[in-house]
């Protein structure tokens, strides 16, 4: 028995051993999931190694299943990935795709200055919601049109007018979002446009193909 106990321990210590080497390989700043060393043993046995690692401080528990390996600056301390950041790891282990929307989307094209404590992206995963320390993370399944945008631009866009709603858009916002769509690549932004509902569409191809010398939108 007590050979037995004794193997069992130094096979625990191996498994710490080999997954705390493979989070160093990895680079400051990454997003890991105890799956990620699906060939080092067992998941039980992965995660209480993970719980050790935590406890020793070498690695940040974010959420239930999702580690960092920080980054620590001198003056700041540990430099936390955005919440976009953690939902995009989280959907790339998932293998599911997922775009912003609402609050966020127009925080992300300057829209607003406010950042939604209940970050909500549209997926083609499961729905669920993540508690990233006083954040939410909240995934809702929706039908696969909706991810269905080339660009990484349009999409903001089109969340972000849906959420200021039909004809509420003031001339400072319209001008915003038309700089923001000049990143995208024209033939893009224009074929993305066609995938939002018909208000939006009007608007996007308004902006994408507007020029100086045209107005834009009444103040």
């Known amino acids: 028995m007590y050979l037995c106990d004794k193997n069992i321990i130094v096979k625990m210590q191996s498994i710490h051993q080999q997954?705390?080497?493979?989070?160093?390989?990895?680079?400051?700043?990454?997003?890991?999931?105890?799956?990620?060393?699906?060939?080092?043993?067992?998941?039980?046995?992965?995660?209480?190694?993970?719980?050790?690692?935590?406890?020793d401080e070498v690695i940040i528990r974010l959420s239930k299943g999702v580690y960092l390996f920080p980054v620590i600056?001198?003056?700041?301390g540990v430099l936390y990935p955005s919440v976009e950041r953690i939902a995009r790891a989280i959907s790339k282990r998932d293998k599911s795709r997922i775009i912003p929307t609402g609050a966020f989307a127009m925080n992300r094209l300057g829209l607003s200055t406010q950042v939604p404590?209940?970050?909500?992206?549209?997926?083609?995963?499961?729905?669920?919601?993540?508690?990233?320390?006083?954040?939410?993370i909240t995934f809702c399944h929706t039908h696969p049109k909706s991810l269905a945008f080339q660009g990484s631009v349009t999409p903001l866009?089109?969340?972000?007018?849906?959420?200021?709603?039909?004809d509420k858009a003031s001339f400072d916002e319209l001008r915003k979002i038309k700089n923001a769509l000049q990143s995208e690549p024209q033939e893009i932004a224009l074929s993305d446009a066609y995938l939002a509902p018909r208000w939006i569409t009007d608007i996007i191809l308004k902006l994408v193909k507007h020029t100086e010398n045209e107005p834009m939108a009444k103040k």
Do not use: W, Y
């Not at 209480?48 to 690692?53: M, N, T, V």
């Not at 600056?73 to 700041?76: C, I, T, V």
């Open 117 to 136: 404590m209940n970050v909500i992206f549209l997926t083609d995963g499961i729905t669920r919601k993540i508690n990233i320390g006083k954040q939410t």
């Open 157 to 166: 866009a089109v969340a972000a007018l849906k959420e200021i709603g039909k």
């Open 73 to 76: 600056d001198a003056e700041l």
């Open 19 to 55: 997954v705390l080497g493979k989070i160093h390989e990895l680079e400051r700043g990454s997003i890991f999931f105890p799956e990620d060393f699906a060939s080092v043993g067992s998941n039980e046995s992965v995660r209480q190694a993970l719980s050790r690692i935590c406890k």
